[in-house]
């Protein structure tokens, strides 16, 4: 978020330089199916831990938390390796422009969209994201939707359908949390096509630190405006008397979901193309289902079952897609240029 070379079908821009060498041999997708392995699990287990956090803080202040301390993190990760935290100039504007998409949207709105729809629900509407994706990677930016891409990605949401089917109408007596859960899937795809389509300079850690800080910006504003939490509460006060669930949840949200997940969703899109990359996070909202099923006492039935099949089977293809000689594999180095999320 290794790197790909430039195509013929790709347009100018999407080209760069990698914060290895230019002279770095080809990288095998092996890696980034493994990254996508453990991010997988790794982003699908925080749904649980953020519903637990947001039974009782303020999303804006559990966001505040998670994005200010994991980007703080982040950044120290990257001084601390020797790396400048230097922002070139030309890539404010695009840094601040993705940031909101990628951090601000995302956080919010799905987080809002955990006080009103149960996690493993939530997480499926989310993961939407990918379809979103390839519309407005062919919008934007005119990149290729491939039978490989469309083939995965249909299975893919065919399974989150037939998770979705069982809930439609309890989804429809709660409007707000899907159409909040759906902004989170859209901004996100927004803010991961203008990451992708931008030259980025800057080492990967130093990218996703700075852009989970500006992002978090406008949701710690929004936090100091608010100063109480949803019960009346100051917000001090809140994070005083939180249980240890909602200490745990918030932890686990800032330093596995915010900090290692962020870095691993960068590196990742860095290594595989966008689209190709967020069909394969399809996976997450099934860890999500089992996850809150197991933490929270979720129901899991036949339709989950059905839709672990159906995906699986999406990320069956996808995998077989990336085999070298695909055109779709990375080769060369390229610059990182894409991004997330929990």
Same mark, same amino acid.
């Given at each position: ?8 079908? #790709? ?9 290895? !060498? ?25 749904? @649980? ?6 039974? #009782?803080? +303020? ?7 998670? *994005? ?14 020797? /790396?400048? &935290? ?14 909101? %998409? ?33 519309? %407005?990677?062919?919008? *934007?930016?005119? /990149? ?21 089917? @069982? ?7 709660? $409007?707000?949390? !899907? ?66 669930? !909602?200490?745990?949840?918030? =932890? ?21 193309? =966008? ?14 289902? %089992?996850?809150?099923? &197991?933490?929270?006492?979720? @129901? ?7 839709? &672990? ?20 594999? $990375? ?6 240029? !894409?991004?997330?999320? +929990?």
């Amino acid at each position: 978020m290794g790197s790909e070379g430039p195509r013929a079908s #790709e347009p100018a821009g999407l080209e760069g330089r990698d914060d290895t !060498t230019a002279t770095a041999p080809p990288r095998r997708p092996l890696g980034g199916l493994l990254l996508l392995a453990v991010l997988t699990v790794l982003w699908g287990s925080n749904w @649980p831990a953020m519903k637990l956090a947001v039974r #009782e803080l +303020d999303p804006w202040t559990f966001r505040t938390i998670c *994005l200010l301390v994991g980007g703080a993190g982040l950044l120290a990760l990257v001084r601390a390796g020797g /790396q400048s &935290l230097a922002i070139p100039r030309g890539e404010r504007g695009p840094l601040a422009m993705v940031a909101l %998409f990628n951090i601000t949207g995302w956080h919010l709105c799905s987080a809002y969209g955990l006080t009103l729809i149960p996690a493993g629900r939530g997480a499926i509407i989310a993961y939407t994201m990918p379809l979103w994706t390839v519309v %407005f990677g062919r919008v *934007l930016v005119g /990149q290729r939707i491939g039978p490989t891409r469309l083939a995965a990605l249909l299975l893919g949401l065919a399974g989150m359908a037939v998770l979705m089917a @069982p809930d439609a109408r309890a989804l429809w007596a709660a $409007p707000a949390g !899907t159409v909040l859960m759906l902004a989170a899937a859209v901004s996100w795809a927004i803010g991961t096509v203008l990451t992708k389509a931008s030259r980025w300079t800057m080492p990967t850690a130093a990218l996703t630190g700075w852009q989970v800080v500006l992002g978090g910006v406008p949701i710690a504003l929004g936090a100091i405006l608010r100063a109480t939490g949803p019960d009346g509460a100051p917000l001090l006060s809140q994070l005083a008397s939180a249980s240890s669930a !909602t200490i745990l949840g918030t =932890a686990y949200a800032t330093f596995v979901g915010a900090i290692f997940c962020h870095w691993a969703w960068f590196r990742l899109v860095s290594i595989l193309p =966008a689209a190709t990359a967020a069909i394969g996070t399809l996976g997450i909202p099934i860890v999500g289902v %089992f996850a809150s099923a &197991l933490v929270l006492g979720e @129901p899991v039935g036949p339709a989950e079952l059905l839709a &672990l099949g159906l995906v699986v089977g999406g990320l069956a293809i996808l995998v077989r897609g990336l085999a070298p000689r695909d055109p779709e594999s $990375p080769v060369g180095t390229r610059a990182v240029s !894409t991004v997330r999320r +929990d």
